[in-house]
């Protein structure tokens, strides 16, 4: 998959994309991070959440879920009814089956990263490059 077109501020090369948060869309919602720099391994997705804005909840069937907060604070809450508050640079993994909603507590912007997969880690594949 190549990056797509219709994100023209993200640069391309062989073998690789680069683009900014901005280069992937403006406002709240989703910044689609896999369409923009063509990512065909995983799911991944930028989210600017407003102040105040609370998710539905959901869950998936099969695509565990990996967040990371970038800015602002967030509340998760989970199907058995527990609330965890997430500060910038917070992970949280979810499986795919456990409910999940978010809500920004703060009083700016809140940016998570979400990225999905199913069917486990590749291993360590990394080769060094000769010279």
Excluded: W
Excluded at 31 to 46: D, E
Excluded at 59 to 69: I, R
């Amino acid at each position: 998959m190549e990056a797509s077109t219709q994100y023209p501020n993200v640069t391309t090369g062989e073998g690789y994309a680069i683009g900014h948060l901005d280069d992937l869309g403006e406002g709240p919602g989703f910044r689609k991070v896999r369409r923009g720099l063509g990512v065909t391994a995983f799911g991944v997705n930028a989210i600017v959440l407003p102040a105040g804005y609370e998710s539905r909840a959901h869950h998936h069937d099969t695509q565990e879920e990996l967040y990371f907060v970038h800015s602002g604070t967030l509340e998760m809450e989970f199907g058995d009814g527990s609330v965890q508050r997430l500060s910038p640079g917070t992970f949280v993994r979810v499986d795919a089956t456990t409910e999940r909603r978010l809500r920004n507590i703060g009083d700016g912007d809140a940016i998570y990263v979400c990225a999905g997969g199913k069917d486990g880690y590749v291993g360590r594949d990394g080769r060094p490059v000769e010279g």
